[in-house]
């Protein structure tokens, strides 16, 4: 069993930047692969960004590449998602989540075992 916690939301102007957080409980959290998922209002919950158990391979969604950066602390049980250059399309919930399964495809929320409570982010115009 896995807890995810996730912080560092909140209202951030249009080009500018913030960091969350996902801290992990438990003393497995290197065997999971790490994403971040979003969802605005009245729409499906969509892929941003995952981080290989390693941290050695990165996968982000096109919509931010070259703006968002995924990392993970293995020793802090804890992955990060740095927003860069923020646009009002980015304003969602933002959720991490672990994964367990090995050579899962990272972007479908469906192969994710254990999802944080999420935390809302809001880019203004």
């Known amino acids: 069993q896995v807890q995810l916690v996730e912080s560092g939301g909140g209202l951030v102007q249009t080009g500018g930047s913030q960091r969350l957080s996902c801290a992990a409980s438990g003393r497995t959290f290197s065997s999971y692969v790490m994403g971040w998922f979003r969802q605005a209002p009245g729409k499906e919950r969509e892929f941003v960004a995952a981080?290989?158990?390693?941290?050695?391979?990165?996968y982000y969604a096109d919509s931010v590449k070259g703006r968002f950066s995924i990392s993970r602390d293995n020793a802090k049980n804890t992955v990060y998602l740095q927003m860069n250059s923020l646009k009002p399309e980015d304003t969602a919930v933002y959720y991490c989540?672990?994964?367990?399964?090995?050579?899962?495809?990272?972007?479908?929320?469906?192969?994710?075992?254990?999802w944080g409570q999420g935390t809302q982010v809001t880019v203004s115009s």
């Open positions: 981080i290989s158990r390693s941290g050695l391979s990165t």
């Open positions: 989540a672990a994964d367990s399964h090995t050579a899962s495809d990272v972007k479908r929320p469906r192969n994710y075992d254990y």
